[in-house]
Structures are given as structure tokens and as C-alpha cells.
């Protein structure tokens, strides 16, 4: 049997759903707002932003592996 907190937790769909609306969205603006100081925020802030996201997935990885090591020692 599953934990429901396994079951739950999916890192790589969790990053997706969070990072995925919000580049196509940041791609959106980039057509329209063209410029150095667009470059500047895209390297200033959405990179490291991104760059987050997938260092969160990796951490949340870690967590679950974490968890169903646990929880198989505890059976």
C-alpha cells in the first residue's frame, strides 16, 4: 500500500505545473516588451526563478526518496 503522501507528491508534475504557464507566459511578454531593460529582468530575475524550480524538483526528489526509505525501515 501507498502513502497517501507519495501518492501526492509527484515533484516533476509539481515543477511543471508551476513553471510551465509561467514561461510560456514570460515567452508571451519577451515577443512584446523587447528591449535591454527586458534582458536585464529575464537575467536578474525569471533565471534565477527558473533555475529554482529545478533545484526545488531536485530537493523534493531527495525528500521522497527520504520518505519511502523511512516508511519501508518502519514496516
Keep these: 500500500m ?15 505545473l508551476a513553471r510551465d504557464p509561467l514561461a510560456l507566459q514570460w515567452t508571451r511578454t519577451r515577443e512584446v516588451w523587447d528591449d535591454a531593460v527586458a534582458e ?9 526563478l527558473f533555475d529554482a524550480f529545478e533545484g526545488t524538483n531536485t530537493e ?12 519501508r525501515e518502519c514496516q
Design 2 to 16: 501507498r502513502s497517501r503522501l507519495t501518492t501526492l507528491i509527484d515533484p516533476e508534475e509539481a515543477a511543471r
Design 40 to 48: 536585464r529582468f529575464e537575467r536578474q530575475y525569471m533565471k534565477p
Design 60 to 71: 523534493l526528489h531527495q525528500l521522497m526518496r527520504m520518505m519511502q526509505d523511512t516508511r
